[in-house]
Nanobody, 123 residues
Framework: QVQLVESGGGLVQAGGPLRLSCAAS????????MGWFRQAPGKEREFVAT????????SYADSVKGRFTISRDNAKNTVYLQMNSLKPEDTAVYYC????????????????WGQGTQVTVSS
């Protein structure tokens, strides 16, 4: 059973914007935390952003703070990641995840994962 489906990835020039979407099942969307992670070639997966279901509190990795914005549409069971001022180092596969600890950046506290969507930023 598919729980999370990411979309919106693609090729973009440096400095440009891109918005990722993550459509979730009702069960997954009810998790206390919804987050975005990314994995660049040859690197480990890393935390990008998270949003708490109850409070709406958001948290970001330092590398994306001020450029990326995470949000959620409860009516559509969808989480978004608006990415602005993209850099070549943002190139990665981006994963949406649902976790049981609000506002957590820790990967092991997420138990539902999407298949990922590729984002490539050209210089």
């Amino acid at each position: 059973q598919v729980q999370l489906v990411e979309s919106g990835g693609g090729l973009v020039q440096a400095g440009g914007p891109l918005r990722l979407s993550c459509a979730a099942s009702r069960r997954t969307f009810s998790r206390p935390a919804m987050g975005w992670f990314r994995q660049a070639p040859g690197k480990e997966r890393e935390f990008v952003a998270t949003i708490s279901r109850s409070s709406g509190i958001t948290s970001y990795a330092d590398s994306v703070k001020g450029r990326f914005t995470i949000s959620r549409d409860n009516a559509k069971n969808t989480v978004y990641l608006q990415m602005n001022s993209l850099k070549p180092e943002d190139t990665a596969v981006y994963y949406c995840a649902g976790g049981w600890v609000p506002s957590t950046p820790r990967e092991y506290e997420y138990d539902f994962w999407g298949q990922g969507t590729q984002v490539t930023v050209s210089s």
